[in-house]
């Protein structure tokens, strides 16, 4: 997939449309260990039951995907703020376009 390195786009700390760098970060955020999420999960493994769920393994779809969803960082070259954005389509390798 081929993207331009730079495009014109809203800035909204300019409040108007600005050049902007286009860069790939690896998406999704770091969650804490203690989640509630987490917490569950310790307690349910504990003692008789074992696992919650079925290991991803052994599941049939699991690894079917070949390709990640996209997040871009847009930095706003006037202001220097960054946003991001999370693409809506899939790609395996993002390419950038050379300047013309
Ligand atoms: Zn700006």
Redesign the pocket.
């Known amino acids: 997939m081929k993207l331009p390195k730079e495009t014109n786009r809203y800035?909204p700390?300019?409040k108007k449309v600005?050049s902007h760098k286009i860069s790939q970060v690896k998406g999704g955020r770091k969650r804490g260990a203690l989640t509630h999420g987490a917490r569950r999960f310790t307690r349910k493994t504990q003692g008789y039951g074992g696992f919650p769920r079925p290991k991803p393994e052994k599941s049939s779809r699991f690894g079917i995907k070949t390709t990640k969803k996209i997040a871009l960082m847009y930095t706003?070259k006037?202001?220097k703020?960054s946003t991001l954005k999370k693409s809506g389509f899939r790609a395996k390798k993002i390419e950038w376009e050379a300047k013309e």
């Open positions: 800035c700390k300019c600005t706003c006037a202001c703020k």
